[in-house]
Nanobody, 122 residues
Framework: VQLVESGGGLVQAGGSLRLSCAAS????????TGWFRQAPGKEREFVAA????????DYADSVKGRFAISRDSAANMVFLQMNSLKPEDTAVYYC????????????????WGQGTQVTVSS
């Protein structure tokens, strides 16, 4: 499974961005897809996850109510709508996928994209 993220950029605090993740390859084997982020000098952290069917979602407390994860299974796409962005949301955002259950732990995801930079200015 190959994952390619897009949609990152520079935005002012309070603004919005929509990240996209295009999946290709053996996507029929994928169950869990997630978004993680990593800021300079910090560990990679969980942001949100969704089952490939779309029936189950999970969010980090820090983004709950501001971010929304969704997917278009027919197009093999996963999205992260980010609203009310804050400077502390600045990070490289990664799309991840796995055949197993939803998880907040990065090591439990097998497939990763290359990441897309999100910078929120104050």
């Amino acid at each position: 499974v190959q994952l390619v993220e897009s949609g990152g950029g520079l935005v002012q605090a309070g603004g919005s961005l929509r990240l996209s993740c295009a999946a290709s390859g053996r996507t029929s084997s994928v169950y869990a897809t997630g978004w993680f982020r990593q800021a300079p000098g910090k560990e990679r952290e969980f942001v949100a996850a969704i089952s490939w069917s779309g029936g189950t979602t999970d969010y980090a407390d820090s983004v709950k109510g501001r971010f929304a994860i969704s997917r278009d299974s027919a197009a093999n796409m996963v999205f992260l709508q980010m609203n009310s962005l804050k400077p502390e949301d600045t990070a490289v955002y990664y799309c991840a996928a796995d055949v197993g259950r939803l998880s907040r732990v990065p090591i439990e995801y097998t497939y990763w994209g290359q990441g897309t930079q999100v910078t929120v200015s104050s």
